[in-house]
């Protein structure tokens, strides 16, 4: 089992930054995959960066250059870097975890970007 908790969203002007993190706890040394994903309102989930155990990354077009993801594999705790942030970037934002094949997410962080 798996817990995950997201922090750090909140309201913040076009252009400024904020950095979400997603503390695992359980059996979080166990955790291979793991991903933000968003979901705006009236619109489906969508992933927005990922990063193994080994760290390698991917991110999605639309954040690609703006946002960082980073893991701390001793304190289990994910992270996601958001510069220049934009209005479109408003969206609950989810943390999951692949574990053994089995799929944990978070509650997920609301993050809203005003222009």
């Known amino acids: 089992q798996v817990q995950l908790v997201e922090s750090g969203g909140g309201l913040v002007q076009a252009g400024e930054s904020l950095r979400l993190s997603c503390a695992a706890t359980g059996s979080a040394s166990s955790i291979n995959v793991m991903d933000w994903y968003r979901q705006a309102p009236g619109k489906q989930r969508e992933l927005v960066a990922t990063i193994t155990s080994g760290f390698w990354t991917n991110y999605s077009d639309s954040v690609k250059g703006r946002f960082t993801i980073s893991r701390d594999n001793v304190k289990n705790v994910l992270y996601l870097q958001m510069n220049s942030l934009k209005p479109e970037d408003t969206a609950v934002y989810y943390c999951?975890?692949?574990?053994?094949?089995?799929?944990?997410w978070g509650q997920g962080t609301q993050v809203t970007v005003s222009s």
């Open positions: 999951k975890a692949l574990v053994y094949g089995r799929v944990y």
